[in-house]
Nanobody, 113 residues
Framework: VQLVESGGGLVQPGGSLRLSCAASGFPFSSSAISWYRQAPGKAGELVAVISSAGGNKNYADFVKGRFTISRDNAKNTVYLQMNTLKPEDTAVYYC???????GGQGTQVTVSS
């Protein structure tokens, strides 16, 4: 099982980023995928989750209306479009296969002016 996150970086408040999670080694199209984040000194937070076919999506209240989770099962990839970013969104973002609870190494997102 391998999940590799990418797309993080430094962005100004109000800016946007799109994270990607490329998966392999398990039946991706049958797996729900979550995005989590962890800021320094804080507990991890569930950000969003998408069902295996992409029809069901759920978001944490603190990202509703700003973030969008999506997936392309033909590419074994899940995305997290992040708009109107705030400094409090700064964290390492991880994608996790729900059924196995296995995730990647994460990608750093820093929102700062």
């Amino acid at each position: 099982v391998q999940l590799v996150e990418s797309g993080g970086g430094l962005v100004q408040p109000g800016g946007s980023l799109r994270l990607s999670c490329a998966a392999s080694g398990f039946p991706f199209s049958s797996s729900a995928i979550s995005w989590y984040r962890q800021a320094p000194g804080k507990a991890g937070e569930l950000v969003a989750v998408i069902s295996s076919a992409g029809g069901n999506k759920n978001y944490a209240d603190f990202v509703k209306g700003r973030f969008t989770i999506s997936r392309d099962n033909a590419k074994n990839t899940v995305y997290l479009q992040m708009n109107t970013l705030k400094p409090e969104d700064t964290a390492v973002y991880y994608c996790v296969a729900v059924e196995t609870n296995l995730g990647g190494q994460g990608t750093q997102v820093t929102v700062s002016s």
